[in-house]
């Protein structure tokens, strides 16, 4: 798998908003697609000739497929691992066509095709029971509850990943043992068994440790401090935050370290500490303006604002909800335009005046459309 650290493809990944295949293209994008293809094989053909080797083609083809598909362009990456797959099958090539086929789920997985992802996992499990490859049945495995709890199936999630656990410790896979119980705790957090979801964290955390994997560790200790806010035990979700947002620091992960802010500024704004909660306000706007992540500086000066207001501080409420404004109506966003100028109102009502917040009874943006 990739994107969001993966281990060993079983780990979480945060899915975003892509474009992805649908099952027939527009007639110009398959023929363009088929005329890359056939000059890329074209261009290898000498090589095949000189080595006889139709594998060595196959496994160049596969190569090019996963490049495609690193870079997020899924229609590219189908089409060349489609084709190694039918190579690898006409040599009877157990191996590659395995591998194939997990590259194929990975691409469906990644783009958020699960069913599709599902039926390739399945395929390539069924190989590898037949090999008798233990770390592929236990990898695969773990694919297929990943693919399963994003189903909201946490059931057979579940099933899956305690089987993956159960081969990764036999053959002494710690990396797979180490996804298997961080999966496994996802999907007890899915189902509501928070205490449950922590045990299996803790253990995932132990051995993160042990593999001294620093980005295996933050994602950890995100997923912990997620289960105990959840669990509304905020003082130990600060806890387990402050040593992500130190590690974020440490690898200089700005989204990641911003994320982790927000996440600090939610906690210390429900154990009521609104000033510390201020604090990691202001810290995650100032990486949002680095960034120029326009959204995220929206969304964290209405954090800020409702904070300020929480100490008294109408007037920094005030220009926090301007600013949101402002950003709203240059997003065009009618919802956050609408939500800052309640806000607004109610801080100028808190302020006792009436008369600008009148001024904000629906204030029609000024915008010029471009």
């Known amino acids: 798998m990739m994107k969001n650290r993966v281990y060993r493809g079983n780990g979480e990944q945060m899915r975003e908003n892509r474009d992805f295949p649908k099952e027939t293209l527009r007639e110009h994008e398959r023929a363009t ?3 890359s293809l056939d000059a890329y094989m074209q261009s290898k053909i000498l090589d095949q000739t000189e080595s006889n080797s139709r594998l060595s083609l196959a496994n160049q083809i596969m190569e090019e497929g996963v490049k495609y598909c690193s870079s997020l362009q899924f229609k590219e990456a189908l089409q060349y691992l489609q084709e190694a797959l039918k190579i690898y099958r006409e040599l009877e090539h157990a191996q590659g066509e395995s591998k194939a086929l997990g590259n194929l789920g990975n691409v469906y997985y990644t783009a958020g095709d699960y069913v599709k992802a599902i039926e390739y996992f399945q395929q390539r499990l069924a190989i590898a029971h037949q090999l008798q490859d233990r770390r592929n049945q236990g990898q ?3 694919h297929l509850g990943n693919a399963y ?3 909201e199936d946490h059931a057979k999630a579940l099933e899956y990943q305690q089987q993956s656990l159960v081969i990764s410790r036999e053959i002494k896979d710690r990396r797979g043992e180490v996804a298997a119980l961080n999966n496994m705790g996802l999907a007890y957090k899915a189902l509501g068994n928070l205490k449950q979801a922590i045990e299996y964290q803790l253990q995932s955390l132990v051995l993160m440790r042990e593999l001294q994997d620093r980005e295996g560790e933050a ?3 995100r997923n912990l401090g997620n289960a105990f806010y959840a669990l509304e035990d905020y003082a130990q979700a600060v806890k387990y935050y402050q040593q992500r947002l130190e590690i974020a620091r440490q690898m200089q992960d700005w989204r ?4 982790v802010l927000r996440n600090l500024g939610s906690a210390c704004y429900a154990l009521g500490n609104y000033t510390q909660a201020i604090e990691y306000y202001q810290q995650r706007l100032a990486i949002a303006k680095r960034l120029n992540d326009r959204r995220v500086e929206e969304q964290t000066l209405g954090s800020l604002g409702v904070a300020c207001e929480s100490i008294g501080n109408f007037t920094k409420a005030i ?3 301007e600013q949101r404004l402002a950003i709203a109506r240059q997003l065009q966003d009618k919802r956050v335009e609408q939500q800052s100028l309640g806000s607004l109102r109610i801080a100028c009502y808190a302020m006792g005046n009436y008369a600008k917040a009148f001024e904000y009874q629906d ?8």
């Not at 204030?363 to 471009?370: A, D, G, Q, V, Y």
């Open 140 to 142: 695969t495995l773990g």
């Open 256 to 259: 990641g370290e911003g994320q």
């Open 33 to 35: 697609m088929a005329h």
């Open 219 to 221: 994602q950890v200790l």
């Open 319 to 321: 220009e926090c909800y």
């Open 363 to 370: 204030r029609p943006s000024t915008t010029i459309p471009e």
């Open 149 to 151: 709890r994003h189903l």
